[in-house]
C-alpha cells in the first residue's frame, strides 16, 4: 500500500520522519519504528486520536505520547480543532449519561449484576471428559462402582493423554490427575477401601447426558473413536440447540458440508446474473480411475514452528505415514491433491501437469495470529478468497495457545464472534486444537481419511480449455447442484492462476475494498452497498442525483441511510456512518 492511500497519512509520515533519523543515528528505535510504520501503512482504519493506535504492533505509550503532541503542535499551527483523546471522550460520554439519568429519575442505587453459575464443561478428549465418559458405560442404578483400572481401560480411549505416562517425561502427571476435580465439583464420588471404587454422582450423570447429547460425541462414536470430523469445543451446560449450527456429515468419516448456507457474497444479483446457465461452458470430463493416481497433503512452505526450526511440521507429518509436499500455496494452508502416477497421463487426456485439486482446503491460525488478522481486516480477506476459491470443504484450524490476559480481554469477545460467523454465516468446519502438535495429529489423519476415500473412486477433471475467471464459481455451483453425487475437479495449474490476488480481482472486489477504507463499512455493509449500486460510478452518480445547495447535502448524508433501511443487526447504516461515506463519495 501506498503511503498516500494509507487511512492516517499525516501520522504514517511523521512515524517515516523518526524512522529515517533513527536509520541515521543508527538507533536501537530502528526496529520499533520499522515495525510502527509497516501496521500503520497497512492498517485500513482510520484513527481520531493517537491513543488509539496502541492497539498496532509497535505502538506503546511512548510513541503514542509522542504522536500526539506533534498532532497538538500540527493543529495549534494550522488552526485546526485538537482531537479528544478517548478516555477524556468516554468520561464525558458517561457523565452525560449519568446527568441524564439523574435527571430523569433521580439516583438510584447501583446494583451488582449476578450471574448464574455456569455449568462445569470439561474440554474435549480431557483427561475429565474421559472419565465422566467411562463412568456413564455402567447402569445409572449400579451401585457397585468401578476400580481405577477398569475405569482407566473403558476411559482411554476418549481421552488424548496417558491415564498412565505422562505425556511430558519431566512431569508427574497423567490424565488421571483429573479425578481431583470431578471429586472437588462433586461429579464423582468414591467409596470402599483399601480397593477404592468410582460412581457418577446425580450431577455427574447430569454432565456426562450433556456430554453425550454434544455434536463431537455423535461424531467421535459414528467414526469409531478417530475424530477427524471433531469441531470447535462446545459448552456442555447450553442445549445444543443454542450451540450453533454445525455442519452435517452424510458419511460414516467424512464431513460432508452439503447445501451451504445462503452467504452474503454469494447473494450479489450481479455475480450470479454475470454467466447464466446457458452460457455455461459443455464438455466431456477426463476420467481418472481408480489406482492411477495417490493423494497427497500441500503444505505451505510458511507453516514453521520457529525461525530455527521450520522443518518440525514436515518431519512430524512424515513420521505419521502424511509426508507432505511443500510449496507455496496461493490460498489456505493445506490442501490436499490426486497426484497421478504416470506425470504424462493427464497431457496425453487433454490436461496439464500431473495433479488435481481435491475439494478440501485448510487455514491454520493460531490465537495470536487470528487476534491480529482481526485487527488488520486479513481475516474477512482470508474467508472471500476461501470463498472464491471454489473448494467445497473449508476447514478453520485454530490453536489455543496461551496469550497475553490483557489482550485475550481486550479481543475476547471479537474471537468468539470470529469464530460463530466463520461457522454459520460462512458454512465453514471450525476445529479448535490445544498446539501445533495436535493440529499435526489432525492433518494426518485427515490426510489418511481422505486417500481412503478418493483413492478408490474415479475422478472427473475438467478440461483446462473451458474454463475462465468469469465461469469458474458458477460452472462449480451449477454442476455440484445438478449432479451432487459426482464432484468434479480441476488441475492445480488451473486452480493457483485462479487462486491468484491479481487474476481473481475484478472490478466488484475492488469496489468492496474501497467502500472498507471507510471506518465502520464492515464486509458485510460494504455487501450490501454494492448490491445497491453495482460500481463506483453509479454510487457516484446517485450522490450527484441528490442535487445541491442545504437540501441536496441534506439527501447526500441521508442516502445510505434511507436507500438501506430494510437491513437489521450487523449490517444497519446508521446516519452518522451514512453521513461519513457521503462525505468521501459524494462531498457532503
Request: contains cysteine; aromatic residues 8%; glycine residues 6%.
Amino acid at each position: 500500500m501506498a503511503e498516500e492511500e494509507c487511512s492516517n497519512p499525516q501520522w504514517l509520515a511523521w512515524v517515516k520522519e523518526w524512522l529515517d533519523l533513527a536509520r541515521e543515528r543508527n538507533s536501537k528505535g530502528v526496529t520499533t519504528y520499522r515495525n510502527a510504520y509497516e501496521s500503520l501503512r497497512a492498517c485500513p482504519i482510520t484513527f481520531e486520536h493517537p491513543a488509539e493506535l496502541q492497539q498496532l504492533k509497535g505502538f506503546g505509550p511512548k510513541l503514542c505520547d509522542r504522536l500526539a503532541e506533534k498532532l497538538k503542535a500540527y493543529c495549534q499551527e494550522h488552526g485546526l480543532p485538537e482531537p479528544e483523546r478517548p478516555e477524556a471522550k468516554r468520561a464525558a460520554e458517561r457523565a452525560r449519561r449519568e446527568a441524564a439519568e439523574v435527571a430523569e429519575d433521580g439516583p438510584a442505587p447501583k446494583k451488582r449484576k449476578t450471574k448464574p453459575p455456569k455449568a462445569y464443561a470439561p474440554t474435549f478428549r480431557s483427561g475429565a471428559y474421559a472419565l465422566l465418559v467411562g463412568l456413564s458405560t455402567q447402569p445409572e442404578s449400579a451401585s457397585g462402582g468401578m476400580t481405577k483400572a477398569d475405569l482407566i481401560q473403558v476411559s482411554q480411549p476418549h481421552c488424548d493423554s496417558s491415564f498412565t505416562a505422562p505425556s511430558d517425561p519431566t512431569k508427574f502427571y497423567t490424565a488421571w490427575n483429573s479425578m481431583k476435580t470431578l471429586l472437588q465439583k462433586e461429579l464423582v464420588y468414591e467409596r470402599g477401601r483399601p480397593l477404592r471404587r468410582y460412581l457418577l454422582t446425580d450431577d455427574g450423570w447430569d454432565t456426562a447426558r450433556r456430554i453425550r447429547a454434544t455434536a463431537e460425541w455423535r461424531s467421535e462414536n459414528a467414526t469409531g473413536g478417530a475424530d477427524v470430523n471433531q469441531g470447535a469445543s462446545t459448552s456442555y451446560g447450553q442445549p445444543q440447540s443454542a450451540q450453533g449450527a454445525q455442519p452435517r456429515s452424510s458419511s460414516p468419516e467424512l464431513i460432508v458440508l452439503e447445501e451451504e448456507q445462503p452467504q452474503p457474497e454469494a447473494s450479489n444479483a450481479a455475480e450470479h446474473n454475470a454467466t447464466s446457465d446457458e452460457a455455461l461452458p459443455s464438455f466431456s470430463p477426463i476420467n481418472l480411475p481408480p489406482g492411477s493416481f495417490s493423494v497427497r497433503l500441500l503444505l505451505d512452505v510458511r507453516e514453521v514452528r520457529a525461525k530455527r526450526d521450520r522443518d518440525y511440521m514436515q518431519e512430524e507429518l512424515a513420521k505419521q505415514d502424511a509426508t507432505p509436499i511443500m510449496r507455496s500455496l496461493g490460498v489456505g494452508d493445506a490442501q490436499w491433491i490426486a497426484k497421478c502416477h504416470d506425470p504424462t497421463l493427464l497431457q496425453r487426456l487433454g490436461a496439464e501437469g500431473d495433479e488435481v485439486v481435491l475439494d478440501w482446503i485448510v487455514e491454520r491460525k493460531r490465537m495470536d495470529d487470528l487476534i491480529g488478522s482481526i485487527k488488520d481486516g486479513r481475516f474477512h480477506e482470508q474467508k472471500f478468497r476461501l470463498k472464491r476459491s471454489g473448494v467445497k470443504h473449508v476447514i478453520y484450524i485454530i490453536e489455543d495457545i496461551t496469550i497475553d490476559p490483557a489482550m485475550w480481554q481486550r479481543y475476547e469477545e471479537a474471537v468468539h464472534s470470529a469464530i460463530a460467523s466463520t461457522q454459520v454465516v460462512n458454512g465453514y468446519f471450525v476445529k479448535r486444537t490445544a498446539k501445533m502438535d495436535e493440529s499435526i495429529r489432525y492433518l494426518a489423519r485427515l490426510t489418511a481419511m481422505l486417500a481412503r476415500k478418493y483413492e478408490g473412486q474415479t475422478l472427473r477433471v475438467i478440461p483446462s480449455r473451458v474454463i475462465t475467471a468469469q465461469n469458474y464459481l458458477p460452472l462449480m455451483r451449477h454442476l455440484r447442484d445438478t449432479q451432487p453425487s459426482e464432484g468434479h475437479y480441476v488441475t492445480y495449474q488451473v486452480f493457483t492462476s485462479l487462486a491468484s490476488k491479481s487474476e481473481m480481482m475484478t472490478l466488484r472486489d475492488l469496489f468492496l475494498k474501497m467502500l472498507m477504507t471507510t471506518r465502520g463499512v464492515t464486509g458485510e455493509r460494504a455487501l450490501e452497498i454494492q448490491k445497491r449500486w453495482n460500481t463506483p460510478y453509479e454510487l457516484v452518480k446517485a450522490f450527484e442525483a441528490c442535487g445541491s445547495g442545504e437540501e441536496g447535502k441534506k439527501r447526500k448524508r441521508e442516502l445510505m441511510s434511507s436507500e438501506l433501511s430494510h437491513l437489521v443487526g450487523r449490517k444497519k447504516m446508521n446516519k452518522a456512518l451514512s453521513q461519513k461515506i457521503a462525505e468521501i463519495w459524494g462531498d457532503a
